[in-house]
């Protein structure tokens, strides 16, 4: 495939290794081809890298340079197969920075950014590359390509064009200036953001301060403290293992006034690590990159290729569910007012107290808050339940490696195989946080699958998430939202190791698509069948009892108008500042006030990220894409449809078509013709309406 980083920034000092002690620059030599990662050391990377752009630049040339007439082979199938080495140090590379990253690992990224940018447009950039895919692109239908080929050819001569082949000549040196800068501050966001998360700790001394907490969050807030040398001290910081339990359990108002900011200002407080000025530049810099492109706007830019393609299409769902949501959010703090009024607690509802109060109402209203759910969920149950579902739909199996290659020490490696013993992947799971991680869940890989000569080489899969931590004897017990995340997570597993197309290109698919596979696992979640399995209590071995899954089903719509008002609000202040132009000056904290105030978002609520911390579109790829979780919930509720209408939910005829029609799929075809094949129709509302309680 060919490998174009100029999206992702990473940071060092000029290193010197040879090729021979190089583990990049060989076979590895280890089970499954993983990467070695004990043996690859800091040293290693921007050697490897600089090779590898090398390498693939020679590619290239011996493709221009070729005299015979281009050919879907001599063209396209050589540019795909180019970039080899340079694959290979970018997915152990670019992986560890987010998931173990080191000062070093930055400062390696921080050389070796500007040189992939300008590594990628010295390819997209070329005219006589760029012609001879043109020349196939225009004789596409002569061509006798089967569906995967022509669409290779199609998505490579829309690589080209999005990647600045016909920006005029005089302004392609612009362009270039625009993609490094881009490259180096989503570098810089990232970075800051690690920082401020790893620097905010809000410690407690006096265990009065502790009231109301349980005592799960007591030990692990104690266990966090000792290990940073402060014994006899509880300590939480901005993981949401540590933050959220705080919130929602703590009696002592001003701590959680404190903690919340902390969290809410994240990287907006006026010192070496405020984003603000980042954000400003990337808007203005992706808008003024998407107008040399020919589009008026950077949302117009990214929608181009993703099934909304329009921005219009986007605000037209956001806006269909803010107005109930919104509703219903005011109807939710209108009662948490009451409750507070009740309580004589003489103020006025605000945002640190939003969690705290939903709880007590919850609670109240059906005997049930988290804490009745959390000892029923230890994370090693929820990891045989959501192997357990994969097998029933699938027919796939797990087997744990103790002898495979780590990257780091906790990390845990399975073996993916097939009903019929085919080897389908390598899949690992890092579960819990540390100052190396950054914060939240993905899903990204080591190597993707495709296929060689028609033999599939398998995909090594990794799932990253930051759940509650194990303390003295007790398991990590996992609430339901981390439950959610890990089968969320595993859906985006499960999509990769399945992928049965020949080429990595193909295997890839629209940002508002690829939610998909991952939250119609949710739905399984939270099924009575999946939770009789896997849910048992720690202690006792005893399943969880039908009593709290009735509670948890008749308390499934709680809380929604507030769930789905930050994350619309999230969604639409990403689709706000990428439809600006290429000639609007943004001011980051004005724009995001502005961005709010016109859609009426009360004063209790924030959006879920605020733009200083709002990782998704500044440093992870979703720029005027965050929209896409929503846009895929109307997808994933209609599809879990389809399998309840069956009254099996996990009918084996639908999950068949599921994984042929979608899983194994990738991006061969158009998402949506896709999802009709699956399901029959195109999806609608509805389920999505019905499953947040909004309609």
């Given at each position: 495939m060919i490998v174009l980083f100029a999206g992702l920034a990473l940071t060092s000092c000029k290193q010197n290794t040879s090729s021979n002690d190089n583990p990049f620059f060989s076979e590895y030599n280890t089970p499954f081809g993983i990467p070695p990662f004990e043996k690859i050391e800091n040293k290693h990377y921007l050697p490897a890298f600089e090779e590898g752009m090398k390498q693939q630049a020679d590619a290239v040339k011996a493709i221009v340079d070729n005299k015979e007439a281009p050919t879907f082979a001599n063209t396209i199938e050589a540019l795909e197969n180019s970039g080899d080495l340079l694959t290979r140090v970018g997915s152990v590379f670019f992986n560890l920075t987010e998931a173990n990253t080191n000062d070093s690992l930055q400062s390696i990224a921080e050389v070796v950014s500007p040189k992939l940018s300008k590594h990628s447009d010295d390819i997209n950039l070329n005219q006589k590359l760029f012609a001879k895919v043109k020349t196939l692109y225009d004789q596409r239908d002569g061509l006798g390509l089967n569906d995967e080929q022509m669409r290779l050819l199609d998505k490579t001569y829309k690589r080209f064009v999005r990647g600045g082949a016909n920006v005029a000549a005089d302004k392609q040196e612009r362009f270039r200036k625009v993609n490094e800068d881009l490259s180096t501050l989503g570098l810089a966001f990232g970075k800051n953001q690690l920082a401020e998360n790893n620097a905010f700790k809000l410690v407690i001394e006096n265990e009065a301060d502790l009231k109301g907490l349980?005592?799960?969050?007591?030990?692990?807030?104690?266990?966090?403290?000792?290990?940073?040398?402060?014994?006899?001290?509880?300590?939480?910081?901005?993981?949401?293992?540590?933050?959220?339990?705080?919130?929602?359990?703590s009696e002592n108002r001003p701590l959680r006034e404190k903690l919340y900011k902390?969290?809410?200002?994240?990287?907006?407080?006026?010192?070496?690590?405020?984003?603000?000025?980042?954000?400003?530049?990337?808007?203005?810099?992706?808008?003024?990159?998407?107008?040399?492109?020919?589009?008026?706007?950077?949302?117009?830019?990214?929608?181009?290729?993703?099934?909304?393609?329009?921005?219009?299409?986007?605000?037209?769902?956001?806006?269909?569910?803010?107005t109930p949501a919104l509703a219903k959010a005011k109807v939710e703090a209108a009662d948490m007012q009451k409750m507070i009024d009740a309580e004589g607690g003489n103020f006025k509802l605000a945002s640190w107290d939003w969690w705290y109060y939903a709880e007590k109402i919850r609670k109240q209203r059906f005997d049930l808050d988290e804490e009745m759910l959390?000892?029923?969920?230890?994370?090693?149950?929820?990891?045989?339940?959501?192997?357990?579902?994969?097998?029933?739909?699938?027919?796939?199996?797990?087997?744990?490696?103790?002898d495979l290659p780590k990257y780091q020490e906790d990390v845990h490696a399975y073996e993916v195989k097939d009903g019929d013993g085919t080897l389908m992947g390598i899949l690992y799971m890092d579960y819990h946080p540390r100052a190396s991680k950054r914060g939240g869940a993905w899903c990204t890989s080591f190597r993707e699958a495709k296929k060689v000569n028609g033999e599939r080489i398998i995909p090594i899969t990794s799932i990253v998430c930051n759940f509650s931590k194990p303390t003295g004897d007790t398991p990590a017990l996992l609430n339901f939202d981390e439950v959610s995340t890990?089968?969320?997570?595993?859906?985006?597993?499960?999509?990769?190791?399945?992928?049965?197309?020949?080429?990595?290109?193909?295997?890839?698919?629209?940002?508002?698509?690829?939610?998909?596979?991952?939250?119609?696992?949710?739905?399984?979640?939270?099924?009575?069948?999946v939770l009789q399995f896997f849910a048992h209590h720690y202690k006792t071995g005893e399943v969880i009892p039908q009593a709290?899954?009735?509670?948890?089903?008749?308390?499934?719509?709680?809380?929604?108008?507030?769930?789905?008002?930050?994350?619309?609000?999230?969604?639409?202040?990403?689709?706000?500042?990428?439809?600006?132009?290429?000639?609007?000056?943004?001011?980051?904290?004005?724009?995001?006030?502005?961005?709010?105030?016109?859609?009426?978002?009360?004063?209790?609520?924030?959006?879920?990220?605020?733009?200083?911390?709002?990782?998704?579109?500044?440093?992870?790829?979703?720029?005027?894409?965050?929209?896409?979780?929503?846009?895929?919930?109307?997808?994933?509720?209609d599809a879990f449809e389809a399998f309840k209408e069956t009254g099996d939910i996990f009918n084996p005829e639908k999950a068949k078509a599921f994984r042929t029609e979608i899983l194994e799929k990738g991006g061969i075809y158009e998402a949506m013709d896709m999802y009709k094949k699956f399901r029959g129709h195109e999806p609608t509302i509805d389920a999505l309406l019905k499953n947040r309680g909004l309609k």
């Open positions: 349980p005592e799960s969050i007591i030990v692990a807030a104690a266990s966090d403290a000792k290990a940073q040398q402060m014994e006899g001290k509880w300590l939480f910081t901005m993981d949401k293992s540590s933050w959220i339990p705080f919130l929602t359990y902390g969290w809410m200002n994240r990287a907006n407080n006026n010192n070496e690590n405020d984003n603000k000025e980042v954000v400003a530049k990337m808007v203005t810099l992706r808008a003024e990159r998407a107008s040399l492109l020919g589009f008026p706007t950077h949302a117009d830019f990214i929608l181009d290729v993703n099934m909304a393609k329009k921005p219009a299409a986007v605000y037209n769902l956001l806006n269909q569910l803010w959390r000892p029923y969920f230890p994370l090693d149950k929820v990891i045989e339940g959501v192997f357990y579902t994969a097998k029933k739909l699938y027919g796939l199996t797990f087997t744990e490696r103790t890990l089968f969320h997570e595993f859906g985006h597993g499960l999509h990769g190791l399945l992928n049965q197309c020949t080429y990595e290109t193909t295997g890839g698919v629209p940002r508002d698509f690829v939610e998909l596979p991952s939250q119609i696992m949710e739905h399984w979640a939270a099924e009575p069948e709290l899954i009735t509670k948890m089903e008749k308390s499934g719509t709680f809380n929604q108008g507030f769930t789905t008002v930050e994350f619309i609000a999230a969604a639409i202040l990403d689709m706000d500042y990428h439809t600006i132009d290429a000639n609007t000056t943004v001011e980051t904290a004005s724009f995001e006030k502005a961005s709010m105030d016109k859609i009426g978002l009360i004063a209790e609520i924030i959006p879920r990220y605020r733009s200083t911390y709002f990782s998704h579109i500044f440093d992870g790829g979703y720029s005027a894409g965050y929209y896409g979780y929503l846009w895929a919930e109307v997808l994933d509720a």
